[in-house]
């Protein structure tokens, strides 16, 4: 792995990147305990490499850490979600109403660009795939990132980039549970949790956002965002996320 073309990672940076992306992604799930022992054997990386990359992602609050029980991965929940939630729409609707303002040709092609690119992802609501969930959460990341392009803010947008990392989890987790409830034979609700979640995903709401934005329609563009950032939310408490949570605390890693 590298940062760039030229700059190799430490051991210690390959570790941090690789687990990052693995509890990102939730395929080390929230709440999963994170021990050493079996993290080498899975990683291939050495103890000091491994405690020192478990140290940096607890500063980010994507891993816990207790005296008596180690490591483990951060959990997710609805209070988490919401409070994520409002801190994106605080940073996210700002970074918004600056690129609206300022965005030339580039940013109109760079945001048509990221749009065309999400409107060719199969939605992986119903029939998921790892692969289909993990290409549109990359695209559907970058049309959000293309909107707020223009804005002229280093620091806002390093604040984004955190509240996404994290919000990047709950997303994923609640796109995946309905599927899981569903094989495990809990149908209540789960029609109701699909269709939320199709709203959630929808290709129009992106396309109304694109559209407004690139109108420079910003009452407009900034009431959407708040009602599309709070779908997820309705789908989290359809999927009954919380009660998921507590079987994945039990998931060795």
């Given at each position: 792995m590298v940062v760039d073309d030229a700059e190799p990672l430490t051991k210690t940076e390959a570790a941090y990147h690789q687990l990052r992306r693995d509890i990102l992604a939730t395929r080390l799930m929230p709440g999963a305990p994170l021990r050493i022992a079996a993290l080498r054997?899975?990683?291939?990386?050495?103890?000091?490499?491994?405690?020192?990359?478990?140290?940096?992602?607890?500063?980010e609050r994507l891993v816990t850490a207790e005296s008596n029980r180690g490591f483990a991965v951060a959990p997710v929940s609805r209070a988490e979600l919401e409070d994520l939630s409002k801190a994106r729409l605080a940073v996210e609707t700002t970074l918004l109403e600056e690129s609206i303002r300022k965005g030339g040709t580039d940013w109109e092609a760079a945001v048509v660009t990221a749009h065309y690119r999400l409107s060719r992802c199969q939605i992986p609501a119903k029939g998921l795939s790892d692969d289909a969930l993990h290409d549109w959460v990359e695209k559907h990341q970058a049309f959000?990132?293309?909107?707020?392009?223009?804005?002229?803010?280093?620091?806002?947008?390093?604040?984004?980039?955190?509240?996404?990392?994290?919000?990047?989890?709950?997303?994923?987790?609640?796109?995946v549970t309905p599927t899981l409830r569903a094989a495990a034979g809990a149908e209540e609700g789960y029609e109701a949790a699909i269709e939320a979640l199709d709203a959630a995903m929808s290709l129009d709401q992106h396309t109304q956002l694109m559209e407004l934005a690139l109108d420079r329609n910003l009452e407009g563009a900034l009431a959407l965002m708040k009602e599309h950032v709070g779908l997820t939310v309705d789908v989290f408490t359809l999927a009954d996320l919380d009660g998921m949570t507590a079987g994945a605390a039990g998931t060795q890693a």
């Open positions: 054997k899975t990683y291939g990386f050495g103890w000091t490499p491994l405690r020192e990359a478990l140290s940096r992602l607890e500063a959000h990132e293309a909107l707020l392009s223009a804005a002229d803010a280093t620091w806002l947008k390093h604040f984004y980039a955190q509240i996404w990392g994290q919000l990047c989890r709950h997303h994923i987790f609640l796109t």
